[in-house]
């Protein structure tokens, strides 16, 4: 049997094929081309199943269930998508109505996109085998899903779970969430271009300058890059960012010590360069044991999380 | 039938009987009387058991289990007591021991203090009727235990659920445990007699000098009892306080999004004085939706909580 996968994001909608070694059999994507109404998403995403399917040479026989992974606040229960500001939906009917142009053939279910990319890592990426596991993404924002005692943790109204919402620095630096402080000031990927522009408008002679050719054109790898040239200035930023990254793991160690913490987003493309130092830093920080500690690897499935994830909402 | 629960502590031990409705139906305590070793606290509890027992007109056959909550870490699936520092225990194997003494009869099980308190609260408590709860108590340190999805959140080895030594303020006050600015040195009882003469330094004419009698007399309840007889320094202390207690109950809350937060230890006697801000801040920081939010509670089961709670073990 197979498990149909989506996942709507902001940009794309993608769909993907499961077998049931949790391996990818095919995929399919299209524009979310925003805005439009969530009826037309869903149409959209009825043809890109039956693409996918296809391409994967299967028939419906052959389906387990549909899973979808979305961005908001997702009633799992009631298969209601509650709020989804960046798609502009509202208590929108989101299993009922994919559930319907199936005439019920099979259950559909749906998740919080972050939630379905830790369900992706926990069951086929590099929490595979774990029994409990957290997953952190570092992008725009920083999304977070944890799955302990074989339950995802999705709080009493789903909104729970949202580890890049909590204060690591008091009255810290101003979160979009109304806040000051939050870790995703300081962690994600735009925190680290935050930190980078910063840090190069105190430092002139930083080879930064050089390396992004300006302060519109920095990215996550520009201190990466400077600070394996060198630059003091580089591997000030790098320092820093890893500093605040290893006190926001070491408090999700000291919380769930779950067997192991996952890392994604670009940023994570530095590998051991980010790796290595966050892990000296965490082991000496966080509560462990001789015996065993939580493990702190980088996600494995890519861009591919949520949609591998969502297609796998039944096996959790 | 009846159920035994045991509270090991730094100062007394605590053994209390708690019947089918989880009402409290006697209790005896001794002194620790540290240090000494496990076997000989551990005879004494045999004794503690024997005294309840007499005092509640139960006798063995009535017994269902016997719950030990003791400080440190505790491997609750060997029953192994794998390092306790302020009873000086190492790997002293807990469970066996009071099960040998009688004869295999019925189970004991073990728990760290703080998980056995939040169970109390749990069952018998401030939490009475939740799915989910996080306890907190605010005491010397910062104990806390979080039942999620039914289960008690323990960690791998048993050294998760520390929300206390969760960093709030980034390289911050130096923690006991190695780290800086954990909650615990913001939140805990300890914390609120620190900011208290801080605040009375810098304000040679707040009424709080007279109220404690000294710097050396400072306790909790003094920044509380000037504030109400209108000293401004006292109110900048409570103030502080409660901004830095809101900051990590909302952490908890957008981690958790538990049904019910309960907090507990002497600070919580200003009742209102300190809820009702509390739930103001948490409530405009914290996730939340129009239908339900988080509810904060005060614990009610006092010092009691740990002893109940570890009667309770096999309940959860």
């Known amino acids: 049997m197979y498990h149909i996968g989506v996942d709507i994001g902001g940009t794309s909608i993608k769909v993907g094929i499961v077998d049931s070694n949790y391996n990818l059999a095919a995929d399919v994507s299209c524009k979310t081309a925003l805005p439009r109404s969530a009826e037309s998403v869903c149409d959209d995403i009825i043809i890109l199943i039956s693409k996918a399917m296809k391409k994967a040479n299967i028939t419906l026989s052959k389906i387990k269930n549909i899973g979808i992974g979305c961005p908001g606040t997702i009633n799992t229960g009631l298969g209601i998508v509650e709020y989804a500001n960046n798609l502009g939906w509202n208590k929108f009917p989101l299993k009922k109505y994919i559930e319907d142009k199936f005439e019920g053939k099979f259950p559909v279910l749906i998740a919080n996109d972050a939630d379905a990319a830790a369900i992706g890592e926990f069951f086929a990426g590099s929490a595979k085998g774990a029994d409990s596991a957290v997953v952190i993404t570092l992008g725009t ?105 290893a006190c926001a793991i070491a ?66």
Chains 1, 2 share one sequence.
């Not at 009493?156 to 969430?177: D, L, M």
């Not at 000291?254 to 130092?277: K, R, W, Y």
């Not at 966050?278 to 000496?284: D, F």
Request: a negative charge; glycine letters at 16%; charged letters at 20%.
């Open 141 to 245: 924002g920083v999304g977070s899903g944890a799955i302990i005692n074989g339950k995802l943790v999705t709080g009493q109204y789903y909104g729970g779970g949202e580890i890049g919402h909590t204060v690591i620095e008091y009255n810290g630096r101003p979160c979009n969430c109304g806040r000051k402080g939050c870790m995703e000031n300081y962690v994600s990927a735009t925190a680290l271009i935050t930190l980078t522009k910063e840090e190069m408008q105190r430092s002139p002679d930083s080879l930064m300058w050089q390396i992004a050719g300006g302060l519109d054109e920095v990215n996550g790898k520009t201190p990466f890059d400077a600070k394996n040239q060198g630059d003091e200035a580089g591997s000030r930023v790098v320092e820093s960012y890893i500093g605040y990254l």
């Open 251 to 316: 408090n999700v160690v000291n919380i769930f010590q779950p067997e192991i913490i996952s890392i994604g987003g670009g940023v994570c493309n530095q590998g051991d360069n980010l790796l290595l130092p966050l892990r000296e830093i965490v082991k000496n920080e966080a509560y462990g044991s001789p015996e065993k500690n939580t493990e702190i690897k980088i996600c494995t499935l890519g861009n591919d999380a949520g949609m591998i994830g969502a297609a796998l909402l039944g096996e959790i």
